[in-house]
């Protein structure tokens, strides 16, 4: 029986260039081209879900995952996709939203500035050697930003949300499903 989070990325990936790659070794672990999100993590510190706001005191929903990681680590793309959105300015901090099929990932409190250029919307981060352009293709494992604490954080972390066709998913089930798959792999 196929879990709930092998459906729909099964259907995602039906129409995409990943699918020739899996159909060519006749077999399906789409989870084999995912990574995990942040280089030198330490520990998860704050769930999806209901929780008491570090910042406010007041309870609130939170809608990812924070992963504790020494400042500057960084920070991988889940899943190959095109970034649809870069910001600052908001309590995520500097974040980027990349699109893959029905799916987004969101990755918050990052190092760096957004720009606007003449010639598009960057996520600069010089001492990390990051440059990433507003509609940019990235693979996974590709090396997109690096750990911070831009917005309202109370220490070094990735904030990584997930969405599927427009719906909060719990990124620590998708986590658990993307090792489950990875390690029947070896």
Avoid at 7 to 16: A, C, R, T
Avoid at 157 to 183: C, S
Wanted: glycine content about 10%; proline content about 5%; aromatic content about 12%.
């Amino acid at each position: 029986m196929l879990s709930l989070f092998l459906i729909p990325l099964l259907l995602v990936l039906q129409s995409s260039p990943i699918q020739a790659q899996i159909s060519k070794k006749n077999t399906i672990n789409p989870w084999k081209y995912a990574s995990f999100p942040v280089e030198n993590f330490q520990a998860y510190t704050s769930g999806f879900g209901y929780r008491i706001s570090p910042i406010t005191g007041e309870r609130q929903f939170h809608y990812g995952l924070d992963m504790a990681a020494p400042y500057a680590s960084y920070v991988r793309a889940w899943w190959p996709g095109n970034v649809v959105e870069l910001s600052d300015d908001t309590g995520c901090g500097t974040m980027i939203k990349i699109e893959s099929g029905q799916w987004q990932h969101i990755y918050c409190h990052l190092i760096g500035k957004v720009q606007d250029l003449p010639n598009g919307r960057y996520l600069i981060d010089d001492q990390g050697g990051i440059m990433l352009a507003l509609g940019q293709s990235v693979s996974y494992g590709t090396r997109i930003a690096r750990v911070g604490i831009s917005g309202n954080s109370t220490g070094p972390h990735l904030h990584w949300g997930v969405k599927f066709n427009g719906e909060y998913l719990d990124p620590g089930l998708v986590i658990r499903e993307m090792y489950k798959y990875q390690v029947a792999q070896n």
